[in-house]
């Protein structure tokens, strides 16, 4: 159901709960953990899109937004998000939902750029919350999984229009692990990608730049090889045969040896990254200081087991913030993201980086795979219990949960 209204919404929500129905809100549908799925109601908000207003330096945008048109717009009008994710594909309620991120040490989740936020609640009523009104169901409510009630618009607080100069290059991972932290203070965004069963790192810096804007495009063989058709290539030989996948993220690694590129993109360009093969995938955000050792037991796990996995180890920063169940609560973090190719077995692999994860204090990213359950997440988090105690307040009868939900919110 796509209503055209807030109104049209109300209504109906006020009828699924009448008649004891289930409920649920997508986004762009673009989670791997099935936070959407439902045999009952399922809305989407495609239809209340766009931006509202723009106030100064903040804009109200409608919920079903979807990122990639938003920072046309937002360039447009001579402005842009402080920080974003490696694709645009999501709407910008479906990212603040599950705690959406890029990488930055100084930066927050795209949870933490909004300031107030509307939603309808199970009972039907529109309710406006902010650091100073409802401030308990805004600390709530900018990560809640679609579980508190449907955000409809939030006042996002932009940046004026500016430029990144992308650097890319690679390094030794010892190399790049001893200085990952460096790196990531003196850089406004540091991240690296290791190719399993290697000791190579692709790095990815990027910081403000006054140059103008370079030509974009592939330029390297690693990008050759990461981000276009002929890892999809690479990817459906070791399906086929998987006991290659050593070797060919070794090939991978060796081609992309020596190979240096610059570019400079306007912001709303220079974050997403075309990402054209399927896969699977788990990530957790540990503490700062804990990422490191969780990667070389990861690296150490991969090489002397021969997992066989080709997919790039992903590598990142997120600043802490105070969102109850935001997996940077009150913590700067380090974020680790292991990919499988899509229809090749990913389960032993998952559950031993995740292992390794839980071991290093981690938090598992909402909208990815992972295996916990209530007990597991409640000690996680401080306002856990706060949390719950909201939810049930607003949706006594459940009408947004489903099973997922059931598994991480209901013991
Ligand atoms: C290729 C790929 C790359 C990714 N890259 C990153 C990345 O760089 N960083 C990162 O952190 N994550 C990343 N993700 C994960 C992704 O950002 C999240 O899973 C995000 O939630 C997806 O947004 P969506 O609009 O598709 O929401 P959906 O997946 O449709 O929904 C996500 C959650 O938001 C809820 N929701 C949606 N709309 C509303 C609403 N109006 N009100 C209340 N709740 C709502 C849903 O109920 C659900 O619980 C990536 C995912 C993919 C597939």
Redesign the pocket.
């Known amino acids: 159901m796509s209503p055209g209204s807030v109104e049209d919404l109300q209504q109906i929500v006020r009828e699924v709960g009448a008649r004891g129905g289930k409920l649920?809100?997508?986004?762009?549908?673009?989670?791997?953990a099935p936070?959407?799925k439902t045999s009952d109601t399922l809305v989407s908000?495609e239809r209340i899109a766009g931006i509202e207003s723009i106030d100064g330096h903040n804009a109200r945008i409608l919920?079903?937004t979807q990122l990639a048109p938003l920072g046309r717009e937002l360039a447009r009008r001579g402005f842009g998000m402080n920080n974003l994710?490696?694709?645009n594909k999501?709407?910008m309620?479906?990212?603040v939902?599950?705690?959406?991120?890029?990488t930055g040490l100084q930066l927050g989740s795209i949870s933490t750029q909004v300031r107030s936020l509307s939603?309808v609640t199970p009972d039907g009523d529109h309710v406006h919350c902010s650091a100073t009104q409802n401030a308990q169901l805004f600390d709530a409510a900018r990560v809640s999984?679609?579980a508190l009630g449907?955000?409809t618009a939030l006042d996002v607080e932009l940046e004026p229009a500016y430029r990144l100069k992308l650097e890319k290059r690679n390094m030794d991972l010892d190399d790049c692990l001893a200085q990952s932290v460096d790196l990531a203070r003196l850089y406004r965004h540091f991240e690296f990608f290791w190719m399993p069963h290697t000791r190579d790192t692709l790095v990815k810096l990027m910081d403000w730049t006054d140059e103008p804007e370079s030509a974009t495009g592939l330029t390297t063989m690693s990008e050759l090889m990461l981000e276009n058709a002929g890892f999809g290539m690479v990817s459906r030989l070791v399906r086929a045969r998987p006991e290659w996948a050593p070797a060919m993220s070794r090939f991978i690694a060796r081609m992309s040896r020596g190979n240096q590129s610059t570019m400079v993109a306007d912001c709303h360009r220079a974050f997403s990254t075309a990402?054209l093969v399927r896969f699977q995938e788990m990530e957790y955000e540990l503490p700062l200081e804990n990422g490191a050792d969780a990667m070389r037991e990861l690296v150490e796990y991969v090489n002397n087991k021969r997992v066989l996995v080709h997919f790039p180890v992903e590598y990142r920063f997120v600043k802490g913030d105070d969102i109850w169940l935001s997996p940077f609560y009150q913590r700067d973090s380090v974020s680790i993201s292991v990919h499988q190719y899509t229809g090749m077995e990913h389960e032993s692999y998952f559950a031993a980086a995740e292992s390794i994860f839980r071991n290093h204090g981690g938090r598992p990213?909402w909208?990815?795979l992972h295996s916990l359950g209530a007990r597991d997440l409640a000690p996680l988090y401080p306002r856990w219990h706060d949390f719950q105690r909201l939810r049930r307040e607003l949706d006594p009868k459940g009408l947004l949960i489903n099973p997922l939900l059931q598994r991480l919110f209901l013991v």
């Open positions: 649920r809100v997508a986004g762009s549908g673009h989670s791997f936070l959407v908000l919920a079903g994710g490696d694709i999501q709407t309620a479906g990212a939902s599950t705690g959406t991120h890029g939603l999984l679609g449907i955000i990402r990213h909208g990815k």
